[in-house]
């Protein structure tokens, strides 16, 4: 695999990996604007499961871009 196709396989991941924030996560603007401080007991409760699910999705993401590329 050419320098070239694993640049592009990085752009692609970074996209990606963005991408995966995007379903798991709000927006920062939302946390800013509200935070955790405001946050009942349940929204900080999905906003840990939604970081769970973010960490596992994009390691398992970065993993196979790793052996794509190897």
């Given at each position: 695999m050419s320098k070239a196709e694993k640049l592009r396989i990085?752009?692609?991941l970074v996209g990606t990996v963005a991408a995966?924030?995007?379903?798991?996560?709000?927006?920062?603007t939302t946390l800013g604007k509200f935070g955790l401080g405001e946050a009942t007991?349940?929204?900080r409760a999905d906003l840990y499961r939604g970081a769970i699910g973010f960490s596992?999705?994009?390691g398992l993401l970065?993993?196979?871009?790793?052996?794509?590329?190897?």
């Open positions: 990085l752009l692609l995966v924030w995007g379903v798991f996560m709000p927006s920062v007991e349940q929204e596992v999705v994009s970065i993993w196979g871009a790793w052996k794509v590329c190897r």
